[in-house]
């Protein structure tokens, strides 16, 4: 016999009120875990993504679109940079690496990339199988598309035209070849068909019809275009005239990717905000729940504690008994919270792979889940001290005279 | 075995409970007697230590009870008192065994792995130790009420209006049990009664004045 016995066998004994307890003070617990996991996994991503690029060089237009859609890859372009002005920026004195992204095609619903090998370096993406792509139309597969489209290599494929995998345009007489595919590198290069900027040239010159002859050959100099260039300076302070160095190009804009996402954090922040509003209100009322349970309890017990007293059980005694099942019913809610929140995370990482977006994970732990326990724990506490107090006063004699 | 001086209880400032001098020795069995409001159940929690009077000494087991502080008088009652309340309270969430157990732990006194099996048998509910209150009928309840009180071996047994609610039969048990069970812990035994259907089988009673 011991208080945990006692605690337990009261608490059996409300098992339906004892569970309904724990499952409100769990489903609070997995909110709060699962905005935790999503927001702190997107946040790395999204850092990772951007990391060592100082400046994206787009067509003229909105400066979040051109970081989303070069970097991030999730927006269209907003136009075309000519290849000619693009190299002579990525020549500029401050400039240290120019790496060139010409989108527009898809294959099977992913993005086919035209840039360089420098793209690949920047991301540390290593190849698990085959070569880089050495001439046009040889492409490289990123993890994602690997394990999902699983291609032979030297298998051939037909890219589309647009960014979905319907409705685009294939571009049949000039398919590509596979010649290898990327290890994981949890960047947005998993997600990516890779192939030589010079592919798109050779594919989309073609695609012309204007000529009448259709001619499997690079367009002149003066009419290769790409969508944008990513640029890291020279060093931290070099920079500083480049912007204004791009943007006097007349069709040329420069976007920062680290304001861009900054702004961007700042509008998921309200969103963000409102979710974990939710699951406060959520574990405030599992805490509500759980005083409510506990004070009742109190009334139909007080002949029990009455009865303890008599036998010999003090004050302490008693008190601890309702900490006791307070604490248990916040520890069983904490743990079991946040194994439901690692579950979901992991369906919603499920989810987001389906549909080709960032992935997420529900099998990383951090180490502020340990404040969620903390917090969690002192609910079970800061509740129970109410009843576990006028447990303490209750008058044994008084009681038993009464009943 | 206690010594009763000058005591006096008031609820709310009218006198509940008034004795001159009573004592008694140990072993000796006692039958309280008085109508309803006399202050029965208040002297037994009295003696019991579970309240505090408004006047007097008490002493039990040479124990002067009300120099005791709060903690000391927790242990005192635990380790020399047993009392059998008039409804019995026995604890619903716990079994027939958990509740006797329950005794021996809050008593805080060396572990007695079999006592509570022991007693049980003793008072014939060793196939109800697995059972709990709800499932028992009223003469059990009360079996296991007193296997409660007396599981520590008590040197002071109280009971409080045993036999209200028993026919004449079961009464006469009960008293059997409570007398048996004082003699083998050579407790002292304290009846409060109002029932007139026992006074003839105690010699030593004392008559409470309304």
């Not at chain 1, 916040?330 to 579950?343: F, K, P, Q, R, T």
């Not at chain 2, 709310?12 to 039958?31: C, K, P, S, T, Y």
Request: hydrophobic letters at 45%.
């Amino acid at each position: 016999m011991t208080l945990a016995r006692i605690s337990f066998s009261y608490l059996w004994q409300r098992r339906l009120s004892t569970a309904l307890n724990v499952a409100l003070l769990a489903f609070g617990v997995a909110a709060v875990t699962l905005l935790l996991l999503s927001s702190a996994q997107l946040e790395e991503r999204v850092y990772r993504d951007a990391r060592g690029i100082d400046l994206v060089v787009g067509a003229k237009g909105s400066q979040t679109q051109i970081v989303l859609s070069s970097i991030y890859e999730l927006d269209v372009p907003t136009g075309s940079v000519l290849w000619s002005e693009a190299q002579e920026i990525a020549k500029h004195k401050s400039v240290r690496k120019a790496i060139p992204l010409a989108l527009g095609d898809n294959y099977a619903g992913f993005r086919v990339v035209g840039t360089s090998h420098d793209y690949l370096t920047h991301y540390d993406a290593r190849l698990v199988d085959g070569k880089l792509w050495q001439e046009p139309l040889e492409a490289v597969f990123g993890a994602d598309v690997a394990a999902r489209l699983r291609p032979r290599i030297g298998s051939t494929f037909v890219a589309s035209h647009g960014f979905a995998t319907s409705g685009g345009e294939a571009h049949n007489e000039l398919p590509y070849r596979v010649v290898g595919t990327l290890a994981r590198t949890g960047s947005v290069i998993d997600q990516l068909v890779l192939t030589d900027v010079a592919s798109y040239w050779t594919v989309h010159a073609q695609q012309k019809p204007a000529e009448g002859e259709l001619v499997a050959e690079p367009l002149p100099d003066d009419g290769r275009t790409i969508s944008a260039l990513l640029l890291q300076y020279a060093s931290a302070g070099a920079g500083g005239e480049l912007p204004r160095f791009v943007n006097a190009y007349e069709n040329l804009q420069a976007a920062s990717p680290s304001y861009e996402t900054a702004r961007l954090f700042g509008i998921i922040a309200v969103g963000m905000d409102l979710l974990q509003g939710f699951a406060l209100v959520l574990m405030v009322s599992a805490a509500l729940s759980i005083f409510i349970a506990l004070y009742n309890g109190l009334h139909e017990r007080r002949y029990d504690i009455a009865v303890m007293r008599t036998l010999g059980a003090t004050r302490e005694d008693i008190m601890a008994l309702l900490l006791f099942e307070g604490i248990i019913l916040a520890c069983v809610g904490a743990v079991s919270g946040l194994l439901l929140g690692h579950i979901l995370t992991s369906m919603l990482g499920f989810a987001l792979r389906q549909a080709q977006q960032i992935s997420v994970t529900g099998w990383i732990w951090y180490s502020s889940e340990l404040w969620i326990v903390g917090i969690a724990l002192l609910v079970g506490v800061a509740t129970a001290l109410l009843p576990a107090w006028r447990a303490h006063e209750v008058d044994i004699a008084g009681t038993l005279a009464r009943g | 075995m206690f010594v009763i001086r000058d005591l006096r209880h008031a609820y709310n400032g009218e006198d509940a409970l008034q004795i001159r001098e009573w004592q008694a020795a140990q072993g000796e069995h006692w039958l309280i007697l008085g109508p309803s409001g006399s202050g029965k159940t208040t002297l037994l929690h009295i003696l019991a230590g579970i309240l505090r009077p408004s006047y007097g000494d008490v002493l039990v087991a040479g124990q002067p009870l009300l120099r005791l502080k709060p903690r000391a008088l927790d242990r005192f009652r635990a380790r020399h008192v047993g009392i059998v309340l008039q409804k019995m309270h026995l604890v619903a969430s716990l079994t027939v065994e958990e509740n006797v157990v329950l005794a021996q732990y809050f008593s805080r006194l060396p572990r007695e792995p079999y006592r509570a099996q022991e007693v049980l048998a003793e008072l014939g509910l060793a196939d109800k130790a697995d059972m709990y209150p709800h499932q028992l009928s009223f003469g059990q309840a009360q079996r296991v009420a007193v296997a409660r009180a007396i599981v520590n071996r008590p040197t002071l047994l109280l009971a409080d209006e045993p036999t209200s609610n028993l026919d004449d039969a079961n009464a006469m048990q009960t008293l059997d049990l409570l007398e048996a069970q004082a003699k083998a812990c050579r407790a002292t035994l304290l009846i409060a009664t109002h029932d007139q259907r026992i006074k003839s089988r105690f010699r030593k009673q004392y008559m409470l004045g309304s």
